[in-house]
């Protein structure tokens, strides 16, 4: 009788094992697909921050721009008034 139940014991911890790897192997499946996902997100989230970067450059060098075209209309105007 103890043998009968010694074999059950091992074929159902064998169908358990076999489950847990089969759900561990989906899980790894899963946290690599994630991470991979992430990855793909954390690239473009750089190159985004490089672009933002890129344009604050940009804008600092408009406002200068603007700024010097702004004193040279005050001088031309002081220039030209009578």
């Not at 790894?28 to 750089?46: I, M, P, S």
């Not at 004193?71 to 220039?79: D, G, M």
Request: charge should be negative.
């Amino acid at each position: 009788m103890n043998q009968r139940f010694d074999t059950q014991e091992k074929h159902f911890n064998q169908r358990f094992d076999d489950q847990e790897k089969y759900i561990n192997q989906r899980f790894d499946a899963q946290d690599k697909h994630f991470n991979q996902r992430f990855d793909a997100v954390d690239q473009r989230l750089e190159v985004l921050e490089n672009d933002v970067s890129e344009l604050r450059k940009l804008s600092d060098r408009v406002s200068r721009n603007e700024g010097q075209i702004d004193a040279i209309k005050r001088q031309l105007q002081t220039a030209d008034a009578p």
